[in-house]
């Protein structure tokens, strides 16, 4: 019986924007 590999999912990490002021 041959044993089967389960490939693991890389999560991608999400870049957060900063929103500029104007007085």
């Known amino acids: ?3 089967k ?3 693991k999912k890389k999560k ?3 870049k957060k ?3 500029k ?3």
């Open 5 to 7: 590999k389960k490939k």
């Open 12 to 14: 991608k990490k999400k």
């Open 17 to 19: 924007k900063k929103k």
């Open 1 to 3: 019986k041959k044993k």
């Open 21 to 23: 002021k104007k007085k």
